[in-house]
């Protein structure tokens, strides 16, 4: 489970498209080190001020730039193509939301909405969970089973854009436990790091942290109108 002392990113998004999903969403496993993943963990103590909040600094501090925002851009989409935020408003991602999920602890499933860009890379931190992607039927109902499931592991980058952000819905379950892991229910199984440890079937969570970098359209309406949905369930 050791990550690489230095990080191997794929040459292009493409290499690590996520193949189950309808285009596009990408998962590099070992996106950041372990030394790295210890360093932004120790930045989001509570003593920081920022688990849970909307972090509306401009520009982001140092260590939400370097070292994921400057790797996101420095992955070209495919050959000879741009970075995934090429055709956002601002080139780049401006906000960071930084949420804590211990143990029973989920997200509902929903949608990001018009506030942002469509693109949404999360990185997360100390622990795998299992993200739900689900859709609504004909009449505006939920569909109460996932139709995909994602695994992020510790140190992963996931990325989601276009149909997956706007038409689908996701959410986390409250859950200590994931059952029924594996290769056929898992739809980023085979870009999975280790694979091996769910062969059982199960990802016992421990406490997870998400770092979710996207790209805000408006920012000068962000602190009035979107601060209060920001706090956590
Ligand atoms: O933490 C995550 O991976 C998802 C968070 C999320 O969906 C959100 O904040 O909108
Ligand atoms: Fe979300």
Redesign the pocket.
Known sequence: MDSPPHINLPPSLEASRIAALPPAAYYIADFITEEEEEAILHKTWPSDLVKDTLLDARPLPDWLEEPVTRRILSIPVSDGEPHVFAGSPHGRPNHV?I?E?PPNTG?MP?K?GSAYHAV?C?V?LGSSLC?NLYKNKEDGALEPEPVWRIL?EPRSL?ITTADLYSEYL???ESIATDVNVSKETIANWDLLRSPSLYLDGINQRQT?T?L?YRDVLKVSKLGNKLGPM?KRP
Do not use: K
Request: without cysteine.
């Open positions: 939301l949420n999920y997200i929903h990001d949404v999360t997360s993200l992020q996931l996701h959410g986390i997870r998400s979710t920001f």
